[in-house]
DNA sequence: CACACGATGCGCT
DNA sequence: GCGCATCGTGTGG
């Protein structure tokens, strides 16, 4: 039976547990069935220009992510989609990694279409990853072979120069592919 | 209180 | 590749 992440995996640095992230499951229980996503692509915000807490500032909508590493930041954009987050770092220090992708059934590429998928809305911001009965994330690893790709960032306008983004090689849950980065035959350790 | 715009997705060109 | 839907949020007046 696989280990549920607990506070120690998401209690580090962004990019570490970003990379970490890939090849674990996102589990949601509703009602009776638990939704399940093997994330594939997922991006790092910390205390950089795109992040909702660039230069630091606390707001009342990126809260949580100053606040207890492993809490679900999920917010609303564009008028219609939710991003589903999960708060990393140390209790004061602001960073999220956004779930990007997830493969399994449906596949979902795109932050939006993850939540919609999961089914998750604001109504799960601030839950908390490592104790909620209802959402959690399994650990899970790279199968073998599968390559881990990093690149930039996708949407932003600010901090595009910084690869702050990875996907797993080959899945169908990737929203945007950079050929130029898979080209590019670097290994990258899992965190 | 008004307003500009967004960590997007989709449909059309 | 491009424009638009649609509205919460943050900022400034």
């Not at 638990?34 to 795109?50: C, F, K, L, S």
């Not at 399994?104 to 839950?127: E, F, I, K």
Request: hydrophobic fraction near 35%; glycine fraction near 10%; charge should be positive.
């Amino acid at each position: 039976m696989p280990r549920r992440l607990q506070r120690a995996d998401f209690s580090r640095s962004t990019d570490a547990v970003a990379r970490r992230l890939l090849g674990c499951t996102l589990c949601h229980r509703v009602g009776d069935d638990v939704i399940r996503g093997r994330i594939v692509e997922v991006e790092a915000y910390t205390d950089d220009p795109a992040s909702h807490a660039a230069d630091g500032r606390r707001t009342q909508r990126n809260s949580v992510m100053f606040g207890t590493a492993g809490v679900a930041y999920v917010y609303f954009t564009y008028g219609m989609h939710h991003c589903f987050n999960v708060v990393t770092e140390k209790e004061g220090i602001p960073g999220a990694v956004l779930i990007r992708g997830i493969e399994s059934l449906p596949h979902a590429a795109g932050p939006a279409l993850v939540c919609r998928a999961m089914q998750l809305t604001r109504r799960d911001n601030g839950r908390d990853l490592a104790t909620d009965p209802n959402l959690w994330i399994e650990a899970g690893r790279r199968r073998p072979r599968e390559r881990m790709i990093q690149t930039t960032r996708i949407g932003i306008g600010k901090g595009t120069d910084l690869l702050r983004r990875y996907y797993l090689f080959g899945s169908p849950g990737v929203s945007r592919r950079d050929r130029r980065a898979e080209s590019a035959p670097v290994e990258l350790p899992d965190q």
